[in-house]
Protein backbone atom coordinates (compact mmCIF):
# COMPACT_ATOMS: atom_id res chain seq x y z
CA UNK A 1 0.00 0.00 0.00
CA UNK A 2 1.16 3.60 -0.81
CA UNK A 3 0.76 6.24 1.61
CA UNK A 4 2.78 9.19 2.39
CA UNK A 5 5.71 9.10 5.14
CA UNK A 6 5.55 12.68 5.90
CA UNK A 7 4.35 12.51 9.72
CA UNK A 8 1.17 14.15 10.22
CA UNK A 9 0.19 17.14 12.24
CA UNK A 10 -1.57 16.02 15.61
CA UNK A 11 -5.24 16.30 16.07
CA UNK A 12 -6.07 19.51 16.97
CA UNK A 13 -9.44 20.60 18.80
CA UNK A 14 -11.76 21.56 15.88
CA UNK A 15 -13.80 24.67 15.33
CA UNK A 16 -16.90 22.62 15.14
CA UNK A 17 -17.32 20.97 18.42
CA UNK A 18 -20.54 18.51 16.65
CA UNK A 19 -18.09 16.76 15.03
CA UNK A 20 -17.14 13.50 16.67
CA UNK A 21 -14.02 11.71 16.29
CA UNK A 22 -13.81 8.42 14.52
CA UNK A 23 -12.23 5.29 15.87
CA UNK A 24 -11.36 2.60 12.56
CA UNK A 25 -11.15 -0.72 14.21
CA UNK A 26 -8.88 -3.53 12.33
CA UNK A 27 -11.55 -5.20 11.27
CA UNK A 28 -13.08 -2.04 9.25
CA UNK A 29 -9.40 -1.53 7.83
CA UNK A 30 -9.17 -4.75 6.58
CA UNK A 31 -12.84 -4.48 5.04
CA UNK A 32 -11.70 -1.35 3.19
CA UNK A 33 -8.62 -3.10 2.22
CA UNK A 34 -10.40 -5.55 0.54
CA UNK A 35 -13.14 -3.58 -0.95
CA UNK A 36 -10.00 -1.35 -2.95
CA UNK A 37 -8.21 -4.61 -3.31
CA UNK A 38 -4.96 -3.49 -1.04
CA UNK A 39 -3.00 -5.79 1.07
CA UNK A 40 -2.23 -4.76 4.25
CA UNK A 41 -0.18 -6.48 6.38
CA UNK A 42 -1.06 -6.82 10.17
CA UNK A 43 1.84 -4.59 11.12
CA UNK A 44 0.59 -2.07 8.83
CA UNK A 45 -3.33 -2.36 10.41
CA UNK A 46 -2.84 0.39 13.50
CA UNK A 47 -0.86 3.16 11.14
CA UNK A 48 -3.76 3.00 8.48
CA UNK A 49 -6.48 2.83 11.11
CA UNK A 50 -5.25 5.73 12.53
CA UNK A 51 -4.63 7.75 9.14
CA UNK A 52 -8.14 6.65 7.99
CA UNK A 53 -9.74 7.65 11.12
CA UNK A 54 -8.13 11.85 10.62
CA UNK A 55 -9.24 11.12 7.03
CA UNK A 56 -13.01 10.89 8.03
CA UNK A 57 -12.67 13.24 10.97
CA UNK A 58 -11.54 15.77 8.57
CA UNK A 59 -14.08 14.97 5.95
CA UNK A 60 -16.65 15.32 8.81
CA UNK A 61 -15.20 18.59 9.85
CA UNK A 62 -15.66 20.16 6.22
CA UNK A 63 -19.35 18.31 6.18
CA UNK A 64 -20.20 20.78 9.78
CA UNK A 65 -19.26 23.91 7.61
CA UNK A 66 -21.85 26.60 7.46
CA UNK A 67 -21.95 26.51 3.67
CA UNK A 68 -26.32 27.71 3.54
CA UNK A 69 -25.10 31.22 2.06
CA UNK A 70 -22.39 30.40 -0.22
CA UNK A 71 -23.59 30.49 -3.73
CA UNK A 72 -22.06 26.78 -6.03
CA UNK A 73 -19.45 28.20 -8.43
CA UNK A 74 -18.54 26.04 -12.23
CA UNK A 75 -15.28 28.01 -11.58
CA UNK A 76 -13.17 28.32 -8.55
CA UNK A 77 -11.83 31.71 -10.13
CA UNK A 78 -14.67 34.35 -11.52
CA UNK A 79 -13.23 34.01 -15.13
CA UNK A 80 -15.49 33.91 -18.28
CA UNK A 81 -14.19 31.45 -21.03
CA UNK A 82 -12.32 32.71 -23.95
CA UNK A 83 -14.04 31.47 -26.91
CA UNK A 84 -12.70 31.80 -30.51
CA UNK A 85 -14.62 32.65 -33.52
CA UNK A 86 -16.31 29.97 -34.91
CA UNK A 87 -14.33 29.87 -38.49
CA UNK A 88 -13.43 27.45 -41.30
CA UNK A 89 -9.59 27.39 -40.74
CA UNK A 90 -9.08 23.93 -42.91
CA UNK A 91 -10.32 22.83 -45.91
CA UNK A 92 -12.52 20.07 -46.48
CA UNK A 93 -10.16 17.00 -47.59
CA UNK A 94 -13.20 14.33 -47.68
CA UNK A 95 -12.38 13.24 -51.38
CA UNK A 96 -8.67 12.52 -50.07
CA UNK A 97 -9.25 10.66 -47.00
CA UNK A 98 -11.59 8.46 -48.31
CA UNK A 99 -9.26 7.82 -51.36
CA UNK A 100 -8.35 4.64 -49.50
CA UNK A 101 -11.44 3.53 -48.38
CA UNK A 102 -12.46 -0.04 -50.17
CA UNK A 103 -16.33 1.70 -50.37
CA UNK A 104 -17.37 5.41 -50.55
CA UNK A 105 -21.17 6.50 -52.38
CA UNK A 106 -21.74 9.79 -51.54
CA UNK A 107 -19.23 11.29 -49.51
CA UNK A 108 -19.94 8.13 -46.94
CA UNK A 109 -18.24 5.37 -46.22
CA UNK A 110 -20.04 2.29 -46.56
CA UNK A 111 -19.87 -0.41 -44.49
CA UNK A 112 -21.20 -4.10 -44.66
CA UNK A 113 -24.65 -4.87 -43.23
CA UNK A 114 -24.16 -6.63 -39.92
CA UNK A 115 -27.56 -6.76 -38.35
CA UNK A 116 -30.69 -8.71 -40.13
Known amino acids: MYYSRRPLRPATKTAF ?5 VSLSKDQVQHIATLARLRIG ?8 TKLSRIVDFVDQLQAAPTDDV ?3 AHPLNQG ?10 ANQRDAAQANAP ?12 IE
Not at 104 to 114: A, E, I, M, Q, S
Open 103 to 114: AVRDGFYLVPKV
Open 81 to 90: QRLRPDQVTE
Open 17 to 21: PEVLQ
Open 42 to 49: SDETDDVA
Open 71 to 73: VPM
